[in-house]
């Protein structure tokens, strides 16, 4: 190799980015940060540029610029700064990016990981939300480029490992009866249902096996989060929303499987650590030591599994819903989950209205076609002020 691939990290802040950064780390001779973009806590992205020595990077505002330029200044750094989505897009699409991890959560990943897309680049997809609201079109435009797409999220990407290497052809022409989700259930697995009234934030994002940002913890408590991925998965690997079966499995070893029509199962199974799927996308078609310890199945001693409950977890039910229904609904099906959840962080809601308000906002408004990127930030930007609206109304 004549120079280490330079790597964008988009939401480099994260569990993702900083996950990424540590496998980086670990091959300096492969890999090499080109960029880092964070959004609040400008202190951890200057302590990340100034171990990493990045060139780039980009924080939201001017006044997050200004401060850490200072911080840079004082570490005798010359990384360059940039603002705003702009600057975002402009570190994932630049010439000297070999591959982009696409971690930043929220419908505020969209653009710059179209970005990346549209310049060709490998595309390391931590974001779910970008394919889940734009679908037929983010697709579209990575046939267009020929752009490199793998999953990040520890269930696609272990779907991906036991998927054939020209699953493209078609699920049913390579021999594929189902594809099997992996869920842990949460931390409400077994929380009586009249309790649910009561759960906080903290209860909500305090998971049991993964350790993650509020936000993607509140979905994973919800279930929420493996209504995206069932999305997402009918997206990466061409399947219909009835070959996709959600499968609650409180270990998480068993990240996720696959049915062939031979009666074979084919599974992929390691440690909760988001390092082994960072590391396949980074390395693939290799492998590369991730850093994650050998998985112990002694130490485990045992796989449970069950169906999960939608009553207990009716945002899966939605999600499902909104993928059979396709078009606008899944991208206001994302835009609603943002706005009840950031409500419910705040302490303006119940976690069981998270749901009341997505299914309002669903039942609003019809479902329309998503054709181009605007008619997608139009219904995202509809279904933000129903829920505003709803809380407004209920608040």
Not at 16 to 35: C, K, M, N, W
Request: hydrophobic share 45%; with cysteine.
């Amino acid at each position: 190799m004549s120079r280490p691939q330079q790597i964008t990290v988009l939401g480099a802040t994260g569990s993702i980015g900083l996950s990424t950064l540590d496998v980086i780390a670990r091959h300096p001779e492969r890999y090499q940060a080109f960029a880092l973009s964070g959004y609040s806590r400008l202190d951890e992205l200057l302590a990340l540029c100034v171990k990493h020595r990045p060139q780039v990077a980009v924080v939201p505002h001017e006044q997050a610029a200004s401060q850490l330029q200072a911080g840079l200044r004082a570490a005798g750094l010359n990384t360059e700064v940039l603002v705003g989505e702009e600057g975002l897009c402009q570190i994932a699409s630049a010439p000297e990016v070999d591959a982009v991890m696409a971690a930043i959560v929220g419908a505020a990943g969209l653009r710059p990981t179209l970005a990346a897309v549209n310049a060709g680049k490998k595309i390391l997809l931590a974001n779910k939300e970008a394919l889940v609201m734009t679908g037929d079109l983010f697709m579209q435009a990575v046939r267009r480029s020929g752009s490199v797409l793998l999953p990040i999220d520890s269930e696609h990407n272990a779907i991906f490992q036991c998927l054939p290497q020209d699953f493209a052809r078609g699920l049913g022409n390579v021999g594929v009866r189902r594809i099997l989700l992996t869920a842990s259930g949460g931390p409400f697995r077994e929380t009586p249902l009249a309790e649910l009234e009561h759960v906080t934030p903290d209860q909500a994002c305090a998971h049991p096996n993964w350790s993650m940002g509020r936000k993607i913890s509140v979905d994973s408590a919800s279930m929420m989060n493996k209504g995206l991925e069932l999305i997402e998965a009918c997206w990466l690997f061409d399947a219909r929303p009835d070959q996709v079966e959600v499968v609650i499995h409180p270990q998480s070893v068993i990240h996720s499987l696959v049915d062939y029509v031979d009666g074979s199962v084919l599974a992929q199974l390691g440690n909760p650590d988001m390092r082994t799927p960072i590391a396949n996308a980074l390395a693939w078609p290799e492998r590369i030591d991730s850093g994650v310890a050998p998985l112990d199945l002694f130490a485990v001693a045992r796989l449970d599994f069950q169906r999960p409950d939608e009553q207990r977890f009716p945002c899966l039910r939605l999600a499902r819903e909104a993928a059979m229904a396709g078009n606008s609904a899944p991208a206001m099906l994302n835009a609603a989950n943002e706005v009840a959840v950031a409500a419910f962080l705040d302490g303006r809601i119940r976690y069981p209205q998270i749901a009341r308000i997505i299914e309002d906002v669903l039942n609003s408004e019809p479902v329309v076609a998503v054709d181009e990127l605007d008619a997608v930030f139009a219904a995202d930007s509809k279904a933000r002020m129903l829920a505003e609206q709803w809380l407004s109304r209920n608040g």
